[in-house]
C-alpha cells in the first residue's frame, strides 16, 4: 500500500480545480463518506470473490487474484482525487476546522483521512486474502495468523509509518514556523533543514523502534554475518531482528551514516531460511552501503527539487513572454507538477531503483559462501510473499526475473560486463543531470536578481 498513499499524498496537496461546480459542506462531507463506502464495498465483494477462487484453485488464482488487488488500490487514488478535486475536500476542513496554533497539524491530517480510511479497509480484507494463500499455508506450517488489530497495525507501522513520521516531523515544523516567522522563505529553510537533520540523523532510530526491532540473538548467524561484515570492510551498528509476527519476509539496511546504521532481517527469514542464504541476502544488503547507493538516491531528490524550482521559474516567465497569463498559470503549473511527480518518482525512481537493487543483487553472489544460496532465498522469498513470481514491484524486478537473471550471470560473464557498464552510464547520467539542473537554476537565479 505504500506508493498507494505515496500518490494520495500528493494529490491531497495538489488540488486541481477541474469541476468548476459550488460544493457545500454537507454534501462534500456525504460525497467524501459516500467515496469510502463504495471503496469498503468494492474490497468486500472482490476479496469475497478472490478467496472463492484461490479456494478453489490458488495456483492459477493468485496471478488474477494480484491484478484485481492492483485495481482495488487505484480505486484508491481515483476517490482520492474525486474527494479533493470534486468534493473539494481541503476546502471542506478548513471551515470546518480553523488554523489554530494548538493543533497545528490537525487539519492536514483530517485532509488525509479518507484514503488512510480507504488503506486501512483494503489492508484489513488483504489479511483475508494473505491467510487464504495457498503458498505461504504449504510453504511455512507453523506461520501463525496474526489478530486482526495485529496485522493492521504491523501493516500501518510498515508501509505507512515511514512516510506519516516524516510528513508529521514536516507539518508540525512547517505550521510553527508559519506563527513564528512571517517570512515564507525563512520558514521554508527552517522546515528544511530541520526535518532533514531529523531524518539522517534519528531516522534510522525512529524505524529501530516504529518496526518493533530487537536485537539479533548471539549464536551462530550473528557470529557468520558479523564475519562477513568484517570481510567486507561494512560498517553498521548492530543487527536486529524485526518482528512481523512471520509475514513479512524481507531484509532491510537503514542509515547514511555508520554510527546509526541498523541492519533488519524479518523472523520470517530467519525461520524459513539456512544460514547460507541468510548469509547472502546480508551481503544483498551490504551491497547497498558498498555501491553507495543511497547517495545517488540523494542526488536524484536534489535533482527534483532543484528541477521543480527551475521549472516553476520557467512557466511564469513563458506565460509573461508569450503574453498568455491565462494557460500558464498556477492551476496548469500543479497540473503539470502532479504529472511531473509521478512521472519521477514513479517511472524514473522506480527504474533507477530495480536497476541499483540488480546491482546489489550481483554484488550479494559475489561475497556470499555460494551463490546458489541466494537464489534458493529468491525462491523461498517468492513462496513466502504469496505473489505471483512474475509480479514486478515499484523498486523491484519479479523473483522470476531476478532469480533468470542471477542464472545468467552466473554461467556467463558478459551478462555481468553488460549489466555494470549499462548501470555505470546510469550512475554517470544521475550525476551529470543532477550537476547540470543545479547549475542551471543557480544561473537562473543569478541572473533574475
Not at 497540473?335 to 514513479?346: D, H, N, V
Request: aromatic share 14%; hydrophobic share 50%; proline share 5%.
Amino acid at each position: 500500500m505504500l506508493p498507494t498513499f505515496l500518490v494520495s499524498l500528493l494529490i491531497s496537496y495538489m488540488t486541481l480545480p477541474l469541476f468548476q461546480v459550488p460544493i457545500t459542506v454537507k454534501w462534500a462531507l456525504i460525497g467524501v463518506g459516500a467515496l469510502v463506502m463504495l471503496n469498503c464495498i468494492l474490497w468486500w465483494i472482490n476479496s469475497r470473490l478472490i478467496i472463492g477462487e484461490l479456494k478453489k484453485n490458488s495456483q492459477l488464482s493468485i496471478p488474477r487474484a494480484s491484478k484485481q488487488i492492483k485495481s482495488l488500490k487505484l480505486s484508491i487514488i481515483v476517490f482520492t482525487f474525486v474527494s479533493i478535486n470534486y468534493f473539494q475536500w481541503p476546502e471542506v476542513v478548513s471551515l470546518l476546522i480553523p488554523d489554530n496554533f494548538f493543533m497545528p497539524v490537525l487539519p492536514d491530517l483530517v485532509v488525509l483521512f479518507p484514503p488512510i480510511i480507504m488503506i486501512l479497509t483494503g489492508m484489513a480484507w488483504e489479511r483475508k486474502l494473505t491467510n487464504c494463500s495457498f503458498n505461504q499455508r504449504s510453504f511455512s506450517a507453523d506461520r501463525p495468523e496474526p489478530g486482526f488489530f495485529s496485522y493492521l497495525s504491523l501493516r500501518v507501522r510498515t508501509e505507512l509509518g515511514i512516510i506519516l513520521l516524516p510528513w508529521f516531523l514536516l507539518t508540525l515544523v512547517s505550521d510553527t514556523a508559519n506563527h513564528f516567522f512571517h517570512t515564507p522563505f525563512i520558514s521554508e529553510i527552517s522546515v528544511t533543514i530541520i526535518v532533514a537533520l531529523c531524518l539522517v540523523l534519528f531516522g534510522p532510530l525512529m524505524l529501530r523502534i516504529l518496526w518493533n526491532t530487537v536485537p539479533l540473538p548471539q549464536g551462530p548467524l550473528k557470529r557468520r554475518l558479523q564475519a562477513l561484515s568484517g570481510r567486507l570492510r561494512f560498517k553498521h551498528s548492530g543487527l536486529f531482528l524485526w518482528k512481523t509476527h512471520m509475514q513479512i519476509p524481507n531484509a532491510a539496511v537503514i542509515g547514511m551514516t555508520s554510527l546509526l546504521r541498523y541492519v533488519f532481517l524479518t523472523d520470517a527469514l530467519l525461520a524459513n531460511c539456512r544460514h547460507g542464504e541468510l548469509e547472502a541476502i546480508f551481503a544483498h544488503e551490504a551491497g547497498h552501503i558498498k555501491l553507495h547507493h543511497f547517495g545517488y538516491y540523494f542526488l536524484m531528490i536534489i535533482g527534483f527539487v532543484s528541477s521543480i524550482t527551475l521549472f516553476s521559474g520557467i512557466w511564469t516567465n513563458a506565460g509573461i513572454h508569450f503574453r498568455a497569463e491565462s494557460f500558464f498559470d498556477s492551476n496548469s503549473f500543479t497540473f503539470f507538477l502532479l504529472l511531473y511527480t509521478i512521472f519521477f518518482w514513479g517511472y524514473l525512481f522506480g527504474y533507477v531503483s530495480r536497476r541499483l537493487e540488480q546491482e546489489a543483487d550481483l554484488f550479494g553472489i559475489n561475497h556470499c559462501h555460494n551463490p546458489e544460496d541466494f537464489i534458493s532465498a529468491l525462491n523461498k522469498l517468492g513462496m513466502l510473499s504469496g505473489r505471483p513470481r512474475s509480479s514486478s514491484g515499484w523498486r523491484h524486478y519479479s523473483i522470476e526475473k531476478r532469480i533468470i537473471f542471477l542464472k545468467s550471470a552466473i554461467r556467463n560473464n558478459s551478462v555481468v560486463g553488460k549489466t555494470k557498464n549499462h548501470i555505470i552510464k546510469l550512475k554517470l547520467a544521475i550525476i551529470s543531470l543532477t550537476i547540470i539542473t543545479v547549475l542551471l537554476l543557480f544561473l537562473t537565479l543569478t541572473l533574475t536578481t
